[in-house]
């Protein structure tokens, strides 16, 4: 055995001629469910999917529209733009601030990014969060892109799919990122006056504000497998309560067992799921809506003769 370690290294460079330059610094992924090392090439290819465990991890609201149409996006109210109306400040950082260096970083504007589009050749109204924009907390561009959503949406008589993730309302705006919830909410009224759907889909995570306002009163809302779903996070609960909550509790699939989603779909299936859904809606709409501008009708005046 001590003649193996003998051997001449004659030929063997080592690392010495390769250029580390030439290799990229986020070549791997470490995956923070099972916590193995996933080549990135395939995790992007898996739609950032643990291909070892099934972790599904979180994507950009620019990846969530590749569930559209190839093409098919167009853009909306790109021009709003955040304001600190309240001069905020913490740890030495105004809010002004803070959001010009996370304009910078993530190349958004705020949270959401809305538009129109299609699935399966089916016209709808779109609105994406996205979590890496200050948590996707809720302020004012949020919810009026949200809100502009819904309107646009009724407007064309289309469907509105939402896609939401969030950590609650934006602190920084007070008072009016709270009015979001039931500004958007009145939209979304609208919206169901008109006769169109509200298909809500609930990615990790999504609590406070956003939770326990407009994608809890959405016509069919569903979750990805594990994703987190609540209003108050499960340790600031057992703090309060001073009691041990159950396993998975707040995750997907203890809300289905619960009533409070209508389906967990992994996101493999995402895409086909929601042409079903469209699809389903499209056939049976024409009919109700003659019916329903019938019974609108009937609750008019009638004219003095």
Not at 47 to 65: D, F, N, Q, T, Y
Not at 97 to 108: D, H, I, P, S, V
Not at 172 to 196: D, H, N, P, Y
């Amino acid at each position: 055995m001590k003649e193996f370690f003998r051997l001449s290294r004659k030929g063997f460079t080592g690392r010495d001629d390769i250029d580390s330059a030439q290799i990229p610094d986020d070549l791997w992924v470490k995956c923070s469910a099972c916590r193995e090392l996933i080549y990135k090439k395939q995790l992007n290819d898996n739609l950032k999917v643990c291909p070892k465990c099934g972790h599904h991890m979180r994507m950009s609201a620019h990846e969530w529209i590749g569930l559209l149409d190839v093409g098919s996006f167009r853009e909306m109210d790109s021009n709003l733009l955040p304001t600190d109306p309240l001069g905020f400040v913490a740890a030495d950082e105004s809010y002004a601030t803070k959001l010009a260096k996370t304009q910078q970083r993530t190349g958004m504007t705020d949270a959401v990014i809305s538009g129109v589009g299609a699935i399966s050749g089916i016209r709808l109204c779109i609105a994406v969060a996205d979590f890496s924009f200050m948590g996707a907390s809720m302020g004012s561009v949020y919810g009026e892109k949200m809100a502009r959503a819904a309107e646009r949406a009724a407007e064309l008589g289309v469907p509105l799919l939402t896609i939401n993730t969030s950590g609650g309302a934006r602190q920084q705006e007070g008072v009016i990122g709270l009015m979001q919830m039931a500004k958007i909410t009145m939209a979304l009224t609208r919206l169901a006056e008109a006769g169109q759907p509200h298909i809500a889909l609930l990615v990790d995570p999504c609590y406070g504000g956003v939770t326990a306002s407009y994608p809890s009163v959405a016509d069919i809302i569903i979750a990805e497998p594990g994703a987190n779903i609540g209003f108050a996070g499960k340790r600031l609960i057992e703090q309060i309560m001073r009691q041990k909550l159950p396993a998975g509790f707040q995750t997907a699939e203890f809300m289905l067992e619960h009533g409070m989603i209508d389906m967990v779909v992994p996101r493999s299936e995402m895409r086909e799921t929601l042409a079903r859904i469209l699809k389903l809606y499209q056939q049976r709409q024409a009919p109700a809506a003659k019916a329903d501008l019938a019974a609108r009708r009937a609750t008019l005046p009638q004219p003095i003769m």
